[in-house]
């Protein structure tokens, strides 16, 4: 396939492309900065994708497949800057949306979306047919692009995906709990969780995320869906001071975990995906375990440092 990647240079999108690269696709990446990401493995555009017209950059790589991988990955930050958390997340889909509707291609349009929308869920796993109910400006936003992508799929016959991410980590990732988690091991006297250590989510590997988001687009592209949505998880909830207790035994086990019981501003308490809907579609599809994932990015961390 030919999939062109907006905010390629980012962790998810960057892994899109690699893994992708690795099973014999094409690949065009987009990004505000001037070069591509050390080792992309593909042809890039520097561009604003809030602002630019990409009709003809469409029509002349006639992607079977676009990924709009762009935007913002912070709950906390969408309150301290709720405009530009908008503007990033809702100004730069749209703008894509209408890039594609003008070109003269009709590619699948796949939107990765976050379980953000789904707010603080009543019950648990969390089906696609559940209430859009968002607790922050992050995850008002990402419902948001949802209904963006159901207007272009109805009044514009544009072909649309929404994949809701759930908790995503890799090693490339330098942000966000897990690894904030393996930082305080390394270097902090003890391991310290703002919350109580109850909450759960739902953890995926990039690269598992990146397997089924490929093998979504080819098998999509070929039917006639429209405005699909689908949850991208492991199907398995962790409690967070599991996921602690974890990383400390194989970073640091000398350490303690110590909790804050602090609630935290716009997270729901318990995260964890149906993910049937998504194993319908890929029967065949299979990510490794949670352990074995988050021991070989332990291990790529602690060999390769800080960036």
Request: with cysteine.
């Amino acid at each position: 396939m030919k999939i062109l990647i907006s905010g390629s240079r980012g962790f998810i999108g960057s892994s899109i492309g690699n893994v992708a690269a690795s099973q014999g696709h094409e690949l065009l990446g987009l990004g505000r900065a001037s070069q591509p990401i050390q080792g992309w493995p593909g042809t890039y555009l520097q561009t604003d994708i809030v602002t630019s017209n990409l009709s003809n950059t469409i029509n002349d790589f006639r992607p079977d497949v676009v990924v709009h991988a762009a935007g913002t990955a912070s709950v906390s930050n969408s309150y301290s800057a709720p405009l530009d958390d908008f503007r990033a997340s809702a100004l730069s889909w749209t703008n894509l949306l209408e890039t594609v509707r003008r070109s003269a291609i009709n590619p699948l349009v796949i939107y990765l979306g976050s379980a953000a929308v789904y707010g603080a869920s009543a019950e648990l796993p969390i089906r696609e047919t559940a209430p859009i109910q968002p607790i922050s400006p992050y995850g008002f936003h990402k419902a948001i692009c949802e209904l963006l992508a159901q207007e272009y799929a109805q009044c514009f016959g544009l072909r649309t995906v929404i994949c809701r991410l759930f908790s995503v980590f890799g090693p490339t990732q330098r942000r966000l709990l897990v690894w904030d988690l393996y930082r305080a091991a390394r270097d902090d006297e003890n391991v310290s969780l703002k919350g109580t250590g109850n909450e759960s989510r739902d953890y995926l590997h990039v690269h598992d995320v990146a397997d089924a988001l490929i093998q979504l687009g080819a098998k999509l592209r070929e039917s006639n869906a429209v405005n699909e949505i689908v949850n991208i998880a492991s199907g398995h909830e962790t409690k967070v001071i599991d996921l602690a207790q974890m990383i400390r035994k194989r970073v640091a086990p000398g350490k303690q975990v110590i909790t804050k019981g602090e609630v935290l501003q716009g997270d729901p308490q318990n995260w964890c995906a149906d993910i049937s809907r998504l194993q319908s579609l890929l029967p065949d599809w299979q990510p490794r375990t949670f352990d074995e994932r988050l021991a070989e990015c332990i291990d790529e961390w602690q060999h390769v440092g800080e960036p």
